[in-house]
């Protein structure tokens, strides 16, 4: 994706040039399950400029929290701050970033590619390849599933781009520490 | 307890009585109308105090808790009564006053659709609040509350908003007025256990240190700590300055004070840092206003900071050592710790500066802001609780007036908020009856909440409003002198009221100060009139610079000290 951004006083850039430099983060947050808590944390990142890349939100083992799963880009500095302001939220019960911890990261995407009969086959088989399931089938297009952590569903959408991706729907990532580290 | 049924509303009133609340200012509404009537039958002992406008009311709640260190509440209707709220809210978040905010809201079936007078203010306020909750369920009144309250005044304080939606505060409450809290999320005991390593590592850093500087701010205020840190001050011989609002947390009069540092602060406190080879912030988070450009702040020193609040740690200086925690518990433990200094010299050498970039003004040429602040100084022996707008005339104010005690100096500094000093002056004057309260105003701030003089009328509050009159927002224009070509737009306030004929309107006292002459006269005689507000306008030279001056975004050695001859570059920092 080719977005550009025009401001005022500095010459034309796009979001693409500017963006991979950036480490991506995976913060965990565990909050009370009430509303209004997801508004805050967003606010968090919006106010600073920083972009959530990916979230997933879901109610944690003990049904009064809700564990949030966020992935974002941006300077260390930055970051530091939006997990000291997100731990600084009343509704936050803790904010861990896993970025370099040693954690288990999974993700399922689900990928709907237009392949007719001709070359069902070969998506198929390069499906399996990915452990992917079929989900759905019909004459023109076919739905996959893929598990697994995000670059190997980056491998899998880029070699089913080939066919012609009609429609993409990842999770966003979640991660647990492995062992006895707190999520 | 009341025998019959007890309401939502009443409730909230008795919940809050319990919490301490003395004092609720506002504004009545639809929305509202159920605790409005819990005034009248509840039986509560709050004091209701009705503004003229929600902002007044949330000045002069935060004017209230800046006075005394405790929590006032606010009540308004929905939709534009809240809206009205947000600058107030703001305000008191920025400089972390504790206030509970109520606001009317639709019945909870409505809620979303558009309906008469609903605004989304749970939404609207949620960058701006501490905490805030929509309230769904009645029987959740008590909890809330004393949630409410809590979180207000503990920990860092702030504001915190209850949205209330009508069928709520209408309903029965069946629970009991005593509720648990339950806040897994928040747990500001923390702050009071010192971290006794970090402590003996900042001890150490000090007594090895030869040029140490305190830097005192309003979270030294806020944690009560101004003894702790006269006895860390006269102990070390360490001179200490203080940010806007830490302004009286160290008496400023005391030999080791520095006054004021930052943009308009003294030349010996910004030389002093500059200098400086230890610079330890008591509660101060390094506000842009103080350290001009941030990486060259403190450069040779090492930096400590001290803070309740671990989100201010490193987010604009990186501290060479730490302490996160409340201030008078740590400044407690650091003080067993300590020893005398050698500064002897660097207190001279500070001394020298003192002497050759005193704060000074001249007496001639018209009647200057500066002259009337420093009679109102010495007439008061500053022990006079001041509020300020925001300005010059703050500036000057925050120079010429010293503060001595705690307490005594109540300014809106991150927010800015002009409006802000007449309402807050309202609110410190109902919460300590017995001291002289001034509110320092320019002409144009104070036409933003003048209103407000109904409200001090009803009140018989014996604020004094000294409006330092220049006819111009004095402070743009001296930036459009000297960055912008002396090209003045939207500065000119022409078309002025007559403030004195404006108080009598309003039943209030007038007085007029037009000459240097007249300055200790008129003073003494409105400092002696306490039938109610009075008004003291002083028709002040329009166009004065204050200084010294760190245009934004420089660095505190480019100080200026008086109006460069060459033209200036636009500042590049912040505002």
């Not at chain 2, 909230?12 to 509202?32: D, H, T, V």
């Not at chain 2, 805030?132 to 979180?151: C, F, G, M």
């Not at chain 2, 500066?353 to 007496?363: A, D, G, V």
């Not at chain 2, 927010?415 to 001291?435: E, N, S, V, Y």
Request: net charge negative.
């Amino acid at each position: 994706m080719n977005r550009t951004i025009i401001t005022t006083d500095t010459p034309v850039t796009t979001l693409e040039l500017a963006i991979p430099e950036q480490p991506l983060h995976t913060l965990s947050v565990l909050v009370n399950n009430q509303p209004g808590v997801l508004a805050r944390i967003a606010q968090v990142f919006a106010r600073r400029g920083y972009n959530i890349e990916s979230l997933v939100v879901s109610p944690a083992a003990d049904g009064r929290f809700s564990r949030m799963t966020i992935g974002a880009r941006g300077e260390e500095s930055g970051l530091d701050q939006i997990k000291a302001q997100c731990n600084k939220l009343i509704d936050v019960i803790h904010c861990y970033d896993h970025t370099s911890d040693d954690i288990v990261s999974k993700e399922l995407a689900l990928v709907k590619i237009s392949v007719g009969p001709d070359r069902r086959a070969e998506a198929l088989q390069i499906g399996e390849h990915y452990g992917c399931k079929t989900l759905d089938l019909s004459q023109d297009s076919l739905i996959l599933m893929v598990t697994g952590d995000s670059g190997k569903l980056d491998a899998m959408i880029d070699m089913m781009s080939d066919f012609g991706i009609i429609e993409l729907v990842r999770t966003g990532k979640v991660v647990m520490t492995r062992g006895s580290g707190t999520t | 307890m009341i025998a019959e049924a007890r309401d939502g509303a009443q409730t909230l009133l008795k919940c809050l009585e319990a919490g301490g609340i003395e004092y609720m200012f506002g504004y009545s509404g639809g929305a509202a109308l159920p605790i409005f009537d819990a005034l009248e039958t509840a039986g509560t002992k709050i004091k209701f105090v009705l503004a003229r406008h929600e902002q007044g009311a949330v000045h002069m709640a935060d004017g209230y808790a800046r006075a005394t260190g405790r929590p006032a509440a606010v009540l308004v209707t929905s939709g534009p009564g809240a809206g009205n709220t947000i600058t107030g809210i703001m305000t008191a978040h920025m400089d972390s006053i504790p206030m509970v905010v109520i606001s009317g809201q639709q019945v909870t079936w409505m809620l979303g659709k558009d309906a008469f007078q609903e605004a989304d203010i749970f939404g609207i306020t949620m960058p701006i609040v501490k905490h805030s909750y929509l309230v769904k369920n009645t029987d959740d009144i008590p909890r809330i509350t004393k949630e409410a309250l809590h979180i207000a005044t503990t920990g860092r304080p702030g504001p915190v908003l209850i949205d209330m939606p009508k069928n709520i505060s209408q309903g029965v409450c069946n629970a009991p007025l005593e509720a648990e809290i339950d806040l897994p999320g928040y747990h500001p005991d923390v702050a009071y256990d010192v971290n006794e390593a970090e402590v003996i590592a900042i001890a150490d850093a000090i007594n090895r240190s030869k040029r140490p500087v305190i830097l005192a701010g309003h979270g030294a205020m806020l944690a009560h700590a101004g003894p702790e840190l006269k006895e860390l001050a006269e102990t070390c011989q360490i001179p200490v300055t203080s940010t806007l609002l830490g302004k009286g947390i160290f008496p400023e009069s005391h030999e080791l004070s520095l006054g004021m540092l930052g943009m308009h602060g003294t030349a010996y406190a910004n030389k002093a840092i500059c200098e400086a080879d230890l610079i330890m912030s008591v509660g101060s988070r390094f506000d842009d206003r103080i350290i001009g450009q941030a990486d060259k702040f403190g450069r040779n020193a090492t930096i400590i900071h001290i803070d309740i609040d671990p989100a201010e740690i490193g987010k604009m200086i990186k501290p060479d050592l730490q302490a996160i925690g409340d201030a008078k518990v740590i400044l407690t433990a650091l003080n067993k710790h300590v020893t005398r200094l050698q500064t002897k010299d660097w207190l001279a050498h500070l001394d020298g500066y003192k002497k050759r970039f005193p704060l000074n003004y001249k007496k001639q040429g018209g009647l200057k802001m500066q002259h009337i602040l420093d009679v109102m100084d010495q007439l008061t022996k500053s022990r006079a609780v001041v509020c300020t707008d925001v300005g010059q005339h703050q500036m000057w104010a925050a120079q010429f007036c010293k503060t001595e005690a705690p307490w005594d100096w109540i300014s809106s500094g991150g927010a800015g908020t002009m409006g802000f000093g007449f309402p807050a002056a309202i609110g410190a004057q109902l919460g300590r009856p017995d001291d002289i309260v001034v509110a320092v105003v320019g002409d144009g701030g104070f036409q933003m909440t003048l209103f407000e003089l109904s409200t001090a009328v009803l009140q018989k509050t014996p604020v004094k409003i000294l409006i330092l009159n220049n006819h111009f927002l004095g402070m743009v224009r001296q930036w459009q002198e000297l960055f912008f070509d002396n090209r003045k737009s939207g500065v000119d306030l022409e078309g002025n009221p007559d403030f004195v004929k404006l108080a009598e309107a309003y039943g209030a006292k007038g007085f007029q100060i037009k000459r240097p002459a007249d300055i200790e006269k008129v003073l003494t005689r409105a400092l002696e009139y306490n039938d109610g507000p009075c008004v003291i306008n002083c028709e002040v030279v329009q166009e004065d610079n204050v200084f010294p001056m760190i245009p934004a975004g420089a660095a505190l050695e480019d100080m200026i000290i008086e109006k460069p001859k060459y033209r200036m570059e636009k500042p590049v920092g912040s505002t």
